[in-house]
């Protein structure tokens, strides 16, 4: 049964645990009983992060301070003590141990990043001062446990959203949301508070206590400081153990791919730029770090962390999805293609005149979307150089439905005016539409249509597609979705003297694949000279 959603994948976790190393679990209790020294156990925490993440939560759990959590493997002793840290560990051996599989490897491979994540962390955090090392590098390994559960429960899943953004150049969030049908940062911070992380690192996985894309971007500018100075919120932020340990999670799960890439290198600049550090330093420092780990920390069938070190090229290198993977990749990317059995008898397009593609073909096939060059660029002269030649407004807002429907290609397009009283939208200028579609008497109630009365609020525009349709159908109300039908649509509203005059409307057939951004872009530019035209035709009326 396909997981999607947010609670789907919460009860799908909630159903498995961390998987330990049984030789860990033996050799820690081996150490416990014959008085090993504190370095020791603690490396032996350190090569299995599951096991560490494990006793960690346990003696937070147990910890009646709340305001000081336990984030060293000394205070995890004491608090514990050797016969608590026994009994810890007892029900771990009791956990069924899986085959070594695909699923594994990947679990262990995210392990490895983390623990990268952890050292490089730790190192930064003493250079910069920015906090106790071993508290951060504790903290930051365990942040990385909800990622690696959720490689666990959703491996397929996982692989193909990577093969998506790094094979296909998909945006990671909208590949998140056609997959899963959620963020993974979302799901990755509410899997921390399920297990009860300490606060140091669930602080990492909230993106509230985080700051944001525009700030982080500040850090790669040649005048950074300045804007550190000039903010006084992200000059706090940028000094919190936190934020450290984020910056260190997204650079090692961008060096797992190649550390020559683009987005490896700017990830390593935020985080020179964060410690204080030059970056061609920093760099040599992190490269230390994974080679001494991979030395160390060798796992069978799993990719040493210094691996990525002789990948020169600038994009990832990512195998393509397995076959069980692959065959439901496929059905998603491939253009659907949908045969009818109607037969046209051709008098409806010869009635009104139809030179773009119709909804339903003659040969009984939906016919590709395709975009008349030629035509296209007689419209956009006709906007710009010939502007003045519009006989009245009705001209202008007919020449944008045939940009549309026979340049641009769409199957469908129709102009909603807004009406005297400004509270409703009523579709007037229609093309691609058949006689007997509703589409035609469409009247559409701001009130009740949210969509579109934002639309109307300043000029906007928006694509919808699978990956946001739920949004919008929220706000929209059933008679209207009834008379749209599709989920593939773009919609721009039209403004003239600083006014809003109404919304441009078109679509794609529902069975064809998504509009491209490209497409959506012309769409965004027919609409901006229609809006400049009328506001000219009105400018000259006035005179």
């Not at 020169?312 to 069980?324: F, G």
Request: net charge positive; charged share 20%.
């Amino acid at each position: 049964m396909t997981v999607k959603g947010i609670k789907g994948w919460m009860n799908r976790c909630r159903e498995l645990v961390l998987p330990v190393m049984a030789g860990s679990v033996q050799l820690l209790t081996r150490q416990i009983k014959s008085g090993a020294s504190l370095g020791d156990m603690s490396d032996t925490l350190a090569r299995d992060p599951a096991l560490a993440t494990h006793v960690f939560v346990a003696a937070n759990l147990r910890n009646r301070q709340a305001d000081n959590e336990i984030l060293n493997a000394h205070h995890v002793m004491s608090l514990l003590g050797l016969q608590g840290l026994i009994d810890s560990l007892k029900p771990l051996l009791k956990l069924p141990l899986e085959e070594h599989n695909a699923y594994h490897s990947a679990f262990y491979q995210a392990q490895q990043n983390s623990l990268l994540a952890a050292r490089i962390a730790g190192h930064f955090a003493e250079i910069s001062g920015i906090g106790n090392r071993e508290r951060i590098q504790w903290a930051c390994l365990m942040a990385g446990a909800p990622h690696w559960l959720l490689w666990r429960a959703a491996y397929p899943e996982m692989r193909q959203i990577d093969y998506l953004c790094f094979s296909r150049h998909q945006l990671r969030k909208k590949a998140e949301m056609h997959i899963l049908g959620c963020h993974t940062e979302d799901l990755c911070r509410m899997l921390g508070r399920e297990m009860r992380l300490p606060a140091t690192a669930q602080l990492a996985l909230e993106s509230a206590q985080l700051p944001s894309l525009r700030e982080w971007a500040l850090l790669l500018r040649n005048d950074y400081r300045r804007h550190i100075d000039e903010n006084p919120r992200l000059k706090l932020l940028l000094r919190q153990p936190h934020v450290l340990i984020a910056c260190c999670q997204h650079l090692c799960a961008q060096l797992e791919h190649g550390w020559h890439r683009r987005k490896s290198q700017r990830a390593m600049l935020m985080l020179a730029r964060l410690c204080g550090q030059d970056v061609h330093t920093s760099h040599q420092h992190c490269r230390n770090i994974a080679l001494e780990l991979s030395r160390s920390y060798a796992i069978p069938d799993v990719r040493p962390l210094a691996a990525s070190l002789l990948n020169n090229a600038q994009h990832a290198s990512v195998p393509e999805p397995i076959t069980c993977i692959t065959a439901a990749l496929a059905a998603d990317m491939q253009p659907h293609i949908r045969t009818t059995a109607a037969v046209d008898d051709g008098k409806t397009k010869q009635q009104n005149g139809q030179r773009g593609p119709a909804l339903q073909h003659s040969h009984g096939e939906i016919p590709p979307r395709a975009m008349n060059n030629q035509l296209m660029e007689n419209v956009f002269a006709q906007f710009t150089a010939e502007v003045s030649g519009f006989k009245d407004i009705h001209h202008i807002l007919l020449t944008c439905n045939k940009a549309l429907h026979e340049g641009l290609g769409m199957r469908r397009a129709f102009i909603c005016v807004l009406t005297k009283t400004g509270d409703t939208l009523r579709a007037v200028y229609n093309v691609g539409v058949e006689p007997e579609n509703p589409v035609r008497k469409l009247s559409i109630p701001l009130q009740e249509n949210r969509f579109f009365s934002k639309l109307l609020q300043k000029p906007s525009s928006l694509k919808v597609d699978n990956y946001n349709y739920v949004q919008v159908r929220n706000m929209l109300s059933q008679e209207v979705l009834d008379t749209l039908a599709n989920k593939n649509f773009m919609a721009m509203s039209l403004f003239a003297n600083h006014k809003p005059i109404g919304v441009v409307y078109t679509d794609a057939s529902k069975d064809e694949q998504q509009i491209s951004e490209n497409e959506y872009d012309i769409f965004k530019k027919i609409c901006h000279f229609t809006s400049e035209a009328i506001d000219h035709y009105a400018t000259t009326q006035r005179k």
